[in-house]
């Protein structure tokens, strides 16, 4: 097995070079695998350099050796990994969390074994579903997505927390505490129609959709917590139009996860599970993609079952 280690030097204010690349390096050499170092140079490299790795290695003959990407950075840079190494035979995906939200390892436990780089290297792939999303505007689109897509108020966080996230003084850990102040001080939701495969419809004004292949989102909110990453459906929460008061009531169970247990949430939160679904904004609309911010039109949304190997670290459960 080969592994290769995709360096994002943005991601965490430099947390992956400053912290993971020392230990990657030492752990690599004392064990003695067949390693290589990637640093990302601009946002799209990742899924370039992935997907063009993966073309090179089969006019190398290099075809049944399994290559093991490691993402070491937040969810956008495992976001271009999946993307870059999507429908590959002999490759597995993993995730060193060097980002500030790195949401998508929590659906399997403690950050602390994806922070271990020897139980990375040491760990087993297991397939994870993907979801298929396409879009015809602003420009056509077709890519995949790992952890989570968002809406409205989730969506106006992620894109607050990509400003906040620049201020040289301020900790990352703190971007998203203060970007959910500052969105539910506006209190900005969406309005579109949602049509989920089974024919049922929701449209108006809506505070958030969240359409979930895992359960976290913004640095740690469960916002769809019976999703599993291998069942081969998709998870959507849709949370109707809210006063701030209730906005704010609600909050801290959306970090938990328990907002589907609270009887007073079921009129205005709506949870179903299905395989497909398309959004109709009336014109476009902000999309949070695994944290990254784009602008889309008219979206389809579908689940790919097993779709990619993601390396579990050993000893997580």
């Known amino acids: 097995m080969k592994h290769i280690f995709i360096m994002n030097p943005a991601a965490g204010k430099g947390k992956a070079g400053k912290v993971f690349l020392p230990r990657i390096i030492e752990t690599a050499k004392r064990i003695g695998i067949d390693y290589e170092i990637h640093r ?18 089969e006019s190398q003959l290099e075809m049944k050796e399994v290559f ?7 969810d956008g840079t495992l976001n271009e990994v999946v993307n870059g190494a999507y429908d590959y035979k002999n490759v597995e995906i993993a995730m060193i969390p060097a980002g500030t939200g790195n949401d998508f390892p929590k659906s399997f436990g403690s950050l602390k074994y994806f922070e271990d780089i020897e139980g990375q290297i040491l760990g087993k792939a297991q397939p994870v579903d993907l979801i298929r999303y396409e879009a015809v505007l602003p ?22 927390v990509s400003t906040i996230k620049t201020y040289p003084l301020l900790p990352g850990s703190l971007a998203y505490g203060l970007g959910v102040g500052i969105v539910l ?16 419809i929701h449209s108006g004004d809506i505070t958030l959709v ?39 009531s609600l909050l801290g169970k959306y970090r938990k996860g ?36 784009s602008m889309v039109g008219e979206t389809t949304f579908e689940i790919v079952p097993g779709a990619i ?9």
Request: proline share 4%; aromatic share 6%; with cysteine.
């Open 139 to 160: 420009n056509p689109i077709v890519r995949y997505g790992i952890n989570m897509f968002n809406l409205g108020l989730d969506c106006n966080v992620a894109d607050m």
């Open 40 to 57: 990302t140079l601009a946002p799209g490299d990742a899924q370039h350099y992935v997907n063009n790795r993966c073309i090179t290695r």
């Open 258 to 293: 328990t907002h589907l247990e609270d009887p007073s949430t079921a009129c205005f939160i709506t949870y179903r599970k299905c395989k497909s679904l398309t959004i109709r904004p009336q014109d476009t609309v902000k999309l949070c993609t695994d944290g990254e911010v």
């Open 185 to 200: 001080g506006k209190k900005e939701g969406v309005k579109l129609e949602i049509c989920l495969d089974n024919g049922e």
């Open 210 to 248: 969240a359409i979930g292949n895992g359960r976290y989102c913004g640095g740690g909110f469960n916002g769809v917590p019976r999703a599993s990453v291998d069942d081969g459906l998709i998870d959507v929460s849709i949370v109707a139009d809210i006063n701030r008061r209730t906005c704010i």
């Open 68 to 74: 093991r990407f490691y993402a070491c950075g937040g």
């Open 309 to 317: 190997n993601f390396s579990v670290p050993q000893g997580c459960e």
